[in-house]
């Protein structure tokens, strides 16, 4: 009963905020919340990188946010790890492919969703140049912490697209293998160059090993920047995409935080969107053509009238590890087919 009217209060406080036009503020009414919370803030200066495992994270957690640095006048990044061209489900589907893809039909496939992530992120306001596609291996992220660390073991292999390195193209570091050291070294030298004022990254909770794996390698990165440029400052703060049946478990027009989720450092941070923003990640969300066939029911959750983030402690975050920290997750059954 208790929990029941507590519910309603906070419910009406994000209303409340919601109603603010288009602004950012912080979900300071929620258990946690110290008073003095800071909140997101996006002006003229911003500079947000945005860390995606795959095309479409980045406009599921933050199609709104990225409008509104683009509005603000700042600049926006979206940063790829992999082209998320392992789905072999989705593959099938779209390179018409009736038994076992090859490993052109993977590559193919990725392709294709990085030109869907460029289309996408036009409808947002950001350029094909403010895009980087680093092409690691999708569902094999978890092994570079690890096994395919260094020089002393050979390079990954990606037993989808056949690959044991991203596209020359595509690298920023010559001779870039898949090395989680290669992977850590490259996202150091992107952080360290657009010296961003946010980074966007996903939680280490998330349930898809792919997104638990892009937070450790991006702590470890930005350990390495603030190593070497002890005044770089930036506001860390992370999204989720798969908690459960976090997303889709409602479709209410506000998005809740996960219940069972901390709330992180400084409470949860709620980003109200306006309608005409909500309209633009709709239709950014549904550029992912490939995605919309497969599992548009699951993409659509995530188009609301807020967004929901929340800032870790600062990380102490060293690879390569000898245990495993992501694979303990067990996705529900209806998401273990999305990369
Ligand atoms: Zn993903």
Redesign the pocket.
């Known amino acids: 009963m208790r929990h029941a009217s507590l519910k309603a209060v906070l419910a009406l406080a994000l209303t409340s905020l919601l109603t603010l036009a288009g602004g950012i503020a912080c979900d300071r009414a929620r258990p946690g919340s110290p008073p003095d919370a800071p909140s997101l803030s996006v002006v003229a200066d911003t500079r947000l990188v945005v860390f ?3 095309p ?2 980045e406009v599921l957690a933050a199609g709104g946010l990225i409008q509104q640095v683009r509005e603000a006048g700042g600049t926006v990044r979206v940063v790829y790890i992999t082209s ?1 061209d392992s789905y072999t489900v989705s593959v099938r589907l779209e390179q018409h492919v009736g038994g076992r893809p090859t490993g052109a039909n993977y590559r193919e496939y990725g392709h294709q969703r990085e030109f869907e992530a460029r289309a996408a992120l036009r409808i947002l306001g950001v350029g094909a140049w403010s895009l980087t596609f680093l092409g690691f291996p999708n569902d094999g992220l978890t092994r570079l912490m690890s096994t395919y660390w260094s020089e002393r073991h050979a390079a990954y292999r990606s037993p989808y697209t056949r690959q044991r390195r991203p596209a020359q193209s595509e690298s920023f570091i010559p001779d870039t293998e898949y090395r989680g050291e290669d992977l850590t070294q490259e996202l150091a030298e992107i952080i360290g160059d657009f010296k961003p004022t946010i980074i966007l990254v996903p939680r280490p909770e998330d349930q ?1 090993a ?2 638990c794996a892009t937070w450790f390698f991006v702590a470890d990165a930005l350990g390495d920047v603030m190593r070497v440029q002890p005044r770089f400052h930036t506001d860390l703060v992370n999204y989720i ?1 798969h908690y459960n049946s976090w997303g889709v478990e409602d479709d209410d027009p506000v998005l809740q935080p996960p219940e069972d989720l901390d709330a992180g450092v400084s409470g949860w941070l709620t980003v109200p969107l306006t309608d005409r923003q909500v309209q633009a990640k709709r239709t950014a969300v549904h550029a992912y053509k490939s995605q919309m066939d497969a599992m548009g029911w699951f993409l659509d959750a995530f188009v609301r009238r807020n967004e929901v983030f929340s800032r870790p402690p600062l990380p102490q975050i060293s690879l390569p590890i000898t245990h495993s920290v992501c694979e303990d997750f067990e996705p529900p059954p209806s998401r273990t087919h ?2």
């Open positions: 995606a495992p795959h479409d994270d998320g898809h792919d997104h995409v999305k990369k």
